[in-house]
């Protein structure tokens, strides 16, 4: 079967690409980096691509918000064709740093490039942590997540800025379309509104959500770092099964084939 | 147009961390209680363009209206009893300007001439007094080195400058009080050096120009030429060979198979595995991170990174370590030298600065240790070390051919860091700060990012000849190293500026950062070129290397430097020091009484800030990215065990790893430097095996941090090498890289003189064919067995952390026997890559009794041991003899066969519950144990407020 095109978005202070790449490799997709340059140029189209991924970092050190430098670059030059991936299905994921980025372009939680209605926000704690974190897949439809609502999956998160803040409108419209994929979870794994199980202070103690229509994915920790087995710090203490991460991947791929 | 002012804060009622973060130092550090509530604000200013375009940079950049309102050229907070902005003075760098230039180019916005970003702080409560306020600012938000109070708005964002004319120095005419005015708080160069640089161009016939002889004065500084370490000795009247050399002679010696390049690369290399080498380099960035630790801190990881990626043809930076020593964080502020800043400051800015570099480049910082003693209350020591993944066939050292370019990858030259050399060679004194205020800067993580990433870019296409670093010295260094055996030819007037105004010798002398120097085959300069531009990463041809043994730099056709690389690389005549040496007085006995308390005195000792745990440090590191590792600081149950080594898999998907660790312990270093120095490196070593790690296969890197050179420091000096030397001798494992800083000594101007503690930090990296035959250091299971492997001699209380914490004498401090712990380190190895261990965990800090409670904590579990009727029981737990270990075995291991022909010894069992008892003393318990060892570095770090909303106070 073919391998479906993975476009690894890179830039300037982009530094979680390469194990990315790696996740996407391991699911079955052909990952490729491709710097928003290439984009920019005309040299790169995202219509050759099945699948997006904007992977963690510091964009552009993250200067003014964390994301915003890359997020106004893309809105100013990429956003028809941002637009046309979206309106397309294609599966596009943020991870930390993308999470941010598409959070500020406005494809999630909206799905459009024109308004901005959440935020990533400085962490509670003032500073970047990096810490292993429980997260709470949410009963949802989307494509990143099937087979795993219900499941609470360990990743590890490692930012400074991700608290996820919106208005309680907002708020209530996310959570009624179903739009909360991840939220950080407790001891018995339930949502956790306490430090340091929620890391940041997110409200709701959000971690991740999607567009309406399920295809765009933003979350703030890391599912590209489990992968392997011994990427969790106590793979020495017993089995974890399969590296939590490989299925959101795998997903990606498995939805990018059937479209 | 003017200037354009944005102020951009939270909305009202919306949280505001980094308000937050300062009232708590208030709080805490300060002790000022009026205080009520602080809040920030962003402030932007933007020269030459429309408000319109403001407005419109506002909305779109600068403040999301979901939670953040704006005004124009007008306050924003206006309710607080007081607002003060903090900026960057005018010159130092501010990385948020480049990204403002750019976001407004890709807004449509034109015109923009200069951006500039600050922040204000606007503090609430009604008994705010100035006086508080300008404490608030001297102390905590304002380092006068990098930064200003804006008291009015300026005229104008932009530079300006004409580039000053080249000096010439009537140096031949110079007699010694003028060679030596010259000299002082500028070259740092001593009497006899001056007058050699004299001589040399009285057979010119010629005097110099400045530009030549600041090259010199670098080219010749302790921190570049290593004077000290190259010295031919005289200890106590007898001949010794230099102190390098000897490193060198032992690493020969031992003749390790692995080793590709020792001591003569920008870091040391090893053979990994399947085509791989990995390389490892530690550094020192004392002096810098003294006057302004977050930008000394950067710049130092920036520049060991910097190191890992000029290894031969460049390598990709894999890990980052880091290890610090301050005085205690409550010391009084009274005892902190004037010229000097507060560890509690220091402590947490160089953290930052480490934390902000090591992060934003994606470079996971998975080692480190954190040292204290009041000793260092005039000078930290800052270690920063970096580890590098590389192709066998790339590893040797390039050499540039005549012919070849000479092109500089990265960031622009400013007037940063001039002098940086020369000045951390020179010793710490009351006008440290004011006069050499030029020497720091603050890094950008960002732009060295993107020069990695066309650097390995370049070097996968076999496009670089040779590479090095611009780091201290700047261009000189790095040009003038790589083209000594060939010569070179600079056009001066190539380098990119960050702004007009600087001398020829400034921006030859010039230590910004970010900047990398490449040998380029003329052939392969396009491609280059265009790698660079798909990058975002201006790259430039200076000159080219030529044949002629000169370095001939030019400025728009004039000559400005013209010296012979004979004279330059080896015009200096190796020196003679005179060194003595008097052996440690025999220690007074050690105590022998035994504590009232056991709860309260072993809670004491994880509470030591030598002890206790780091993990509010170490959560700010991204220790995850990249993927790569596979036994990270901290893990089980709860994640908060510490381990004692990092494990990295490098090669995706492959079991093979690096490991890296180290050790220090200056308390011993002062008491004895030899055996201060076996115990650095039996540490380093010990941490390695702890994880796993083959002995056999291993290398060291060593940093020596002493004070100035006297002759009694100098003996101590020479007495830390020897037990180097005797290290490798014994162990076989070789140093292959390594540094010394020799200006750990502080003058005040009252005639003050502080020693701080001589440090010797050993750094150990080295392979291991499979992760999956490594070890955690938390206990697996209740019931198995715990066992004692390594000779102690437990008397040996000298330096120990239950002395220091009873002011009692502690007697010798420990002796390592190198006789037995080569078959210690194997054995321990042996057993783990059996499978038969289950935890293992290495005694330092603390002793036996901390290194238990710490696998304790990590596996969730008590233990009952117990110990020999015949020892001192305060002895048995915290003597801190390195090469030790505690090793869990399962029941049916019979650690008896398992440890045949070392010294071991059967401890007792791992058990169910929260308490570690010793049959017949104690019973204490782990919850106690632990809120003690954890308490410490919360408070400074103040991560208990985390999360916690009531904390209104």
């Known amino acids: 079967m073919k391998k479906p095109r993975v476009c690894v978005l890179r830039t300037d202070g982009t530094n979680c690409d390469r194990e990315t790449a790696r996740a996407f490799d391991l699911a079955g997709g052909a990952p490729q980096m491709v710097h928003v340059n290439q984009l920019r140029t005309g040299e790169e189209k995202l219509a050759a691509y099945q699948i997006m991924v904007i992977p963690g970092g510091f964009s552009y050190g993250d200067d003014v918000h964390s994301g915003k430098v890359l997020a106004v670059e893309l809105t100013s030059f990429l956003k028809e064709q941002l637009q046309e991936f979206v309106t397309a299905g294609k599966p596009l994921l943020g991870i930390c740093n993308g999470f941010q980025v598409l959070v500020r372009t406005g494809l999630l939680p909206g799905g459009r490039t024109d308004e901005i209605s959440a935020a990533l926000m400085a962490n509670d704690s003032g500073r970047f942590e990096c810490r292993w974190i429980e997260l709470l897949v949410e009963n949802n439809h989307c494509l990143f997540t099937r087979g795993l609502a219900g499941r609470v999956l360990s990743f590890q998160a490692a930012h400074g800025e991700g608290k996820f803040f919106a208005r309680e409108d907002t708020l209530a419209a996310i959570e009624q379309a179903g739009q909360v994929v991840f939220r950080y979870a407790g001891a018995g794994g339930g949502p956790a509104g306490n430090y340091p199980d929620n890391p940041n202070g997110s409200l709701h103690a959000i971690a991740g959500i999607c567009n309406p229509g399920g295809t765009v994915l933003g979350l703030m920790p890391h599912p590209e770092r489990f992968v392997e087995r011994t990427q969790h710090p106590n793979w020495r203490r017993g089995e974890t099964g399969e590296p939590h991460g490989l299925a959101i991947f795998r997903n990606a791929v498995h939805y990018a084939r059937e479209i | 147009?003017?200037?354009?002012?944005?102020?951009?804060?939270?909305?009202?009622?919306?949280?505001?961390?980094?308000?937050?973060?300062?009232?708590?130092?208030?709080?805490?550090?300060?002790?000022?209680?009026?205080?009520?509530?602080?809040?920030?604000?962003?402030?932007?200013?933007?020269?030459?363009?429309?408000e319109k375009d403001a407005r419109l940079l506002a909305e779109k950049l600068l403040a999301e209206d979901v939670f953040e309102v704006y005004t124009i050229n007008k306050p924003v907070i206006t309710d607080a009893a007081s607002v003060v902005e903090v900026a960057y003075r005018p010159g130092v760098m501010n990385p948020e300007a480049a990204s403002l230039s750019k976001s407004a180019r890709d807004l449509g916005v034109t015109g923009l001439a200069a951006a500039a970003s600050s922040r204000e702080y606007a503090f609430y409560g009604g008994g705010v007094t100035a006086a508080d306020i300008e404490t608030i600012l001297d102390r905590l938000l304002v380092n006068p080195t990098v930064e200003t109070v804006m008291r009015a708005e300026p005229d104008t964002l932009l530079i300006s400058g004409r580039p000053g004319e080249t000096k010439i120095i009537p140096i031949r005419q110079m007699d010694d009080a003028a060679l030596m005015d010259l000299s002082r708080d500028k070259l740092f160069l001593n009497l006899e050096e001056m007058r050699l640089i004299?001589?040399?161009?009285?057979?010119?016939?010629?005097?110099?120009?400045?530009?030549?002889?600041?090259?010199?004065?670098?080219?010749?500084?302790?921190?570049?030429?290593?004077?000290?370490?190259?010295?031919?000795?005289?200890?106590?009247?007898?001949?010794?060979?230099?102190?390098?050399?000897?490193?060198?002679?032992?690493?020969?010696?031992?003749?390790?198979?692995?080793?590709?390049?020792?001591?003569?690369?920008?870091?040391?290399?090893?053979?990994?595995?399947?085509?791989?080498a990995v390389c490892g380099k530690v550094e020192t960035h004392n002096s810098p991170s003294a006057i302004e630790p977050y930008g000394g801190a950067m710049t130092g990881s920036g520049g060991v990174f910097r190191d890992i990626m000029g290894t031969g043809q460049g390598a990709k930076v894999i890990a980052s370590t880091d290890m610090f020593c301050f005085a205690p964080p409550d010391i009084k502020p009274e005892a902190i030298p004037p010229?000097?800043?507060?560890?509690?400051?220091?402590?947490?800015?160089?953290?930052?600065?480490?934390?902000?570099?090591?992060?934003?480049?994606?470079?996971?910082?998975?080692n480190g240790s954190v040292h204290f003693h009041r000793d260092f209350r005039a000078k930290p020591t800052v270690?920063?070390?970096?580890?590098?993944?590389?192709?066998?066939?790339?590893?040797?050292?390039?050499?540039?051919?005549?012919?070849?370019?000479?092109?500089?990858?990265?960031?622009?030259?400013?007037?940063?860091?001039?002098?940086?050399?020369?000045?951390?060679?020179?010793?710490?004194?009351?006008?440290?700060?004011?006069?050499?205020?030029s020497a720091v800067q603050i890094g950008h993580p960002i732009e060295e990012k993107r020069t990695l990433d066309a650097l390995l870019a370049a070097a996968e296409e076999g496009l670089i000849r040779a590479v090095t670093d611009c780091g201290a010295?700047?261009?000189?260094?790095?040009?003038?190293?790589?083209?000594?055996?060939?010569?070179?030819?600079?056009?001066?007037?190539?380098?990119?500026?960050?702004?007009?105004?600087?001398?020829?010798?400034?921006?030859?002398l010039s230590e910004s950062q970010e900047r990398m120097v490449l040998a380029v085959a003329p052939e392969n300069l396009d491609r280059v070129l265009a790698i660079c531009r798909g990058l975002n990463v201006e790259a430039t041809v200076l000159g080219a290397f030529a044949a002629h043994r000169r370095l001939l730099v030019t400025w728009h056709g004039t000559v400005v430097c013209d010296l012979e690389m004979e004279f330059l690389h080896h015009g200096l005549p190796r020196r003679r020091m005179e060194a003595c040496w008097q052996p440690p007085e025999e220690a007074a006995a050690p105590l022998t009484t035994l504590p009232a308390n056991w709860t309260e005195a072993y809670g004491r000792v994880m509470a030591h800030l030598n002890v206790c745990s780091k993990e509010p440090i170490v959560r700010m590191y991204d220790h995850g990215v990249q993927g790569t590792n596979g036994l990270p600081p901290f893990s089980g149950l709860h994640g908060d065990g510490p381990n004692d080594a990092v494990l990295l898999t490098p090669l995706p998907g492959r079991p093979e790893a690096v490991v890296i660790s180290h050790g220090l312990n200056p308390v011993l270093n002062r008491s004895d430097p030899y055996y201060g120095g076996l115990w650095a490196a039996a540490e380093a070593v010990s941490n390695a095996v702890a994880a796993g790690a083959n002995p056999e296969e291993m290398v060291l890197i060593d940093n020596f941090i002493w004070p100035f050179p006297d002759p009694e420091s100098l003996g101590a000096l020479d007495r830390a090498v020897d037990a180097c030397v005797d290290f490798v001798d014994t162990t076989g494992m070789p140093f292959i890289s390594g540094k010394d800083s020799l200006s750990s000594t502080y003058r005040g101007a009252d005639g003050t003189v502080i020693k701080i503690p001589p440090v010797l930090c050993v750094s150990a990296f080295g392979r291991v064919p499979d992760i999956n035959r490594t070890v955690s250091a938390d206990f697996k299971g209740a019931g198995n067995k715990i066992t004692l492997v390594g000779k102690r001699t437990v008397s040996e209380m000298g330096g120990s952390v239950y002395c220091d914490l009873y002011g009692q004498p502690g007697g010798s401090p420990p002796r390592i026997d190198l006789s037995v712990l080569t078959g210690v380190l194997t054995a321990v190895h042996r057993a783990i890559a059996a499978g038969k261990v289950l935890a293992c965990h290495d005694i330092s800090e603390g002793g036996l009794a901390a290194a238990l409670a710490e696998m304790c904590f990590g596996g969730g579990l008590g233990a009952a041991i117990s110990i020999p009727a015949a020892e001192n029981p305060v002895h048995f737990l915290f003597n801190e003899t390195a090469g030790c270990f505690l090793v869990e075995t399962a029941p049916d291991t019979d650690p008896a066969a398992l440890f045949a022909g070392v010294p071991h010894q059967m401890l007792g069992t791992t058990v169910a519950g929260d308490r570690i008892s010793a049959a017949g003393l104690f019973s204490v318990s782990l919850t106690a144990l632990k809120r003690a060892w954890q308490e410490p570095m919360a408070r400074i770090f103040g991560s208990m407020r985390a999360g916690n909303e009531g904390r209104g106070e």
């Not at chain 2, 000097?340 to 998975?366: E, F, K, Q, S, W």
């Open chain 2, 1 to 50: 147009m003017g200037i354009t002012t944005v102020r951009v804060t939270n909305r009202p009622g919306l949280r505001d961390p980094a308000g937050e973060d300062v009232l708590y130092e208030i709080r805490h550090a300060l002790g000022i209680a009026p205080v009520e509530h602080v809040r920030t604000a962003r402030v932007y200013r933007f020269e030459g363009i429309s």
């Open chain 2, 473 to 508: 010295g700047g261009f000189a260094s790095a040009v003038g190293e790589m083209g000594a055996e060939t010569g070179v030819e600079v056009r001066l007037e190539q380098a990119p500026l960050k702004y007009q105004g600087l001398s020829p010798w400034e921006i030859w």
């Open chain 2, 339 to 366: 010229g000097c800043l507060h560890p509690h400051y220091l402590l947490r800015r160089v953290v930052a600065g480490v934390r902000d570099y090591g992060n934003r480049m994606g470079i996971p910082t998975n």
């Open chain 2, 198 to 276: 004299r001589d040399y161009f009285i057979s010119r016939r010629r005097d110099a120009t400045d530009c030549e002889i600041e090259t010199l004065a670098q080219t010749w500084s302790e921190h570049c030429g290593h004077k000290t370490f190259k010295a031919e000795l005289v200890v106590n009247g007898r001949k010794k060979e230099p102190l390098l050399k000897r490193l060198q002679q032992a690493t020969a010696r031992a003749g390790h198979p692995l080793v590709l390049s020792a001591f003569v690369d920008n870091s040391g290399v090893m053979e990994f595995y399947h085509g791989w």
């Open chain 2, 383 to 437: 270690i920063v070390g970096a580890y590098g993944l590389l192709p066998v066939s790339r590893a040797q050292k390039g050499r540039a051919q005549p012919g070849d370019l000479v092109v500089v990858i990265g960031g622009r030259t400013g007037r940063d860091g001039i002098h940086g050399a020369t000045f951390s060679s020179g010793e710490m004194t009351h006008r440290t700060t004011e006069v050499n205020a």
